[in-house]
């Protein structure tokens, strides 16, 4: 945490709010992809559209990264900090949150469905505040536990659905969105380590966190997911192919990488476990811009879980002046 001023403080407040409401969007906008042409008709995105749809995503967001930080003069501080100890931190917790994280996620809810996926990831924000308490010796009060606490419950209302017929494996399910929600937390954690020391700037931090996940993805994860680099070669030309699919995704990627520069920012001003409970109110944007763009119905679970996720992270984060 390098807020030393309210000044700071309030940024740090206002970049976490801000990476919660632009990755909710992000959400929205990638189900909104995923219903193009390409991912309803071609046989292999039926199969490993989401695969594909999050490897297109982060190798767009590390080319609007490189546009950015070009234009601004900043690549030349790339390998600087990358092949340092806190640049290394970077990539690790790239690893974690990317590619491992997303992976897990999916074949989370291919197994378990998507209600149990989203319940035991939910966790992930309390398990990040722990890690950071353990690991960067960040302080967290009995309030901002419990606003945490508040905030997960909430999410559980929102995403809570009645046990359906599918078939599911609800232990493997548990396990691997156990893994998935893990990989989540550490990553805010690990890249909080790694910019501690004020060598490696959040903006730097980012494009290499872009860059390694695009990187995997590319290479070993999305080929294995989908059965073999031809398949994966059959997928993207078909996205390309449909100007909607592309346009839609390279947009959704530019939001989803502003939304990570302000978690990361946020991190670093305020620390892992303050911005993992402001990042989390997500899954209520997610609600917002849902009912705004889709029109969808607002049951009593998701107003409820809603209201709970605002009150939780007032609860948790909410600056209260001492009396002198």
């Not at 969007?25 to 559209?49: C, Q, R, Y």
């Not at 900043?74 to 949150?97: M, P």
């Not at 074949?107 to 960067?136: E, Q, R």
Request: charged share 10%; aromatic share 10%.
């Amino acid at each position: 945490m390098k807020a030393d001023t309210i000044q700071m403080l309030h940024r740090g407040y206002v970049c976490g709010i801000g990476s919660g409401m632009t990755w909710g969007l992000d959400t929205v906008l990638i189900g909104v992809a995923m219903l193009a042409a390409p991912f309803v008709e071609n046989s292999v995105l039926l199969v490993g559209g989401s695969f594909i749809c999050s490897m297109l995503h982060d190798v767009f967001a590390a080319i609007w990264m490189l546009i950015i930080m070009g234009i601004q003069g900043e690549l030349k501080n790339l390998k600087g900090a990358l092949f340092t100890r806190d640049g290394l931190f970077c990539v690790l917790g790239a690893l974690f949150g990317g590619p491992l994280a997303m992976t897990f996620y999916m074949l989370a809810i291919a197994k378990g469905g998507p209600a149990l996926t989203a319940a035991v990831t939910a966790c992930y924000p309390l398990l990040g505040s722990v890690l950071a308490v353990l690991v960067l010796k960040e302080k967290m009060d009995f309030r901002s536990w419990m606003g945490l606490l508040v905030c997960i419950i909430g999410i559980l209302f929102i995403g809570y659905t009645p046990p359906g017929t599918q078939n599911i494996n609800i232990v493997t399910g548990i396990l691997l969105a156990a893994v998935a929600a893990i990989g989540w937390a550490t990553e805010g954690v690990v890249c909080g380590y790694g910019m501690k020391s004020g060598r490696v700037k959040p903006q730097i931090a980012l494009l290499i966190r872009e860059l390694t996940s695009g990187m995997v993805y590319l290479l070993p994860v999305a080929p294995v997911m989908v059965g073999g680099f031809d398949h994966l070669v059959e997928g993207t030309q078909a996205v390309f192919q449909d100007w909607h699919a592309w346009a839609v995704l390279l947009v959704t990627a530019l939001i989803g990488m502003s939304s990570f520069f302000m978690w990361y920012s946020s991190i670093d001003l305020i620390g892992a476990s303050k911005a993992l409970c402001l990042n989390v109110t997500y899954s209520f944007w997610a609600v917002v811009f849902t009912f705004l763009f889709m029109r969808s119905a607002l049951t009593v679970n998701i107003m409820v879980g809603s209201l709970m996720v605002v009150a939780g992270v007032a609860l948790a984060t909410v600056i209260i002046k001492k009396k002198k």
